[in-house]
């Protein structure tokens, strides 16, 4: 476990090596606004990506470690999560990184890639589009200045992400974004069934990556 200075405040961080072969990359994993480090999901996550060669980072927001629900502005977000890049290329040196996270978490990394932040690529769990019930607040302007490869994951039944909605903000995106959707899911995208997709269709899109 790693203690990082962020925003004038502490977060903590873990990381979890691959558990089948030499890894293939390294994955910083973010949290969606409701969660944290070690809720169930994200640990069903960490080991499913483990399974297939990733090497995987958990952290908390500073939100979560004062024991709040309430998420930080973006900016706090943002500085929270690059700090934890900084410390992981710090402890582990370079190798391929993909950023993102579930829901709020992938948000926060998409915006970081968007503004030029060093990755190689990014996976994203439940990108929330849109708030619930207001489809109409699209959070979608930073996603054409994306440069790197991209897969992200959501679910048919997303109240976070409506689909036509998302289809048409991604033909303004030049990257190689690879839409996953997972049929009846709902924003958890909880089940065996879906976490076992995730774990072969991510599998799948690393060997078809030109990563560093």
């Known amino acids: ?6 925003g004038g405040s502490e977060t903590q961080a873990l990381f979890e090596p691959a558990t089948s072969g030499e890894a293939r990359a390294l994955f910083i994993c973010a949290p969606g606004a409701g969660g944290e480090m070690n809720d169930r999901q994200m640990q069903r996550t960490a080991a499913a990506l483990r399974a297939i060669g990733l ?12 024991g709040s629900r309430r998420p930080d502005p973006m900016p706090k977000l943002r500085e929270c999560y690059a700090a934890v890049v900084d410390r992981v290329r710090q402890e582990v040196g370079r190798r391929p990184l993909i950023l993102g996270g579930r829901s709020m978490g992938g948000r926060v990394a998409t915006m970081l890639a968007g503004d030029g932040f060093a ?4 996976l994203l769990f439940a990108y929330p589009l ?9 959070r979608d302007a930073h996603l054409p200045r994306i440069s790197v490869p991209v897969l992200c994951f959501n679910g ?4 976070l ?3 036509d909605l998302m289809e048409r903000a991604l033909e303004n995106v030049k990257a190689p974004w690879c839409m996953h959707w997972i049929e009846g899911a709902d924003h958890s995208l909880k089940g065996e069934q879906a976490m076992n997709e995730i774990a072969a269709t991510v599998a799948n899109w690393l060997l078809l990556q030109p990563l560093p």
């Open 1 to 6: 476990m790693w203690t990082i200075a962020a």
């Open 55 to 66: 090497d995987v980072v958990r952290f908390n927001f500073l939100y979560r470690e004062r």
């Open 119 to 122: 990755c190689d690529a990014l």
């Open 130 to 138: 849109h708030p619930a019930g207001e489809p109409e607040k699209l």
């Open 156 to 159: 048919t039944r997303d109240a």
């Open 161 to 163: 992400c409506r689909r």
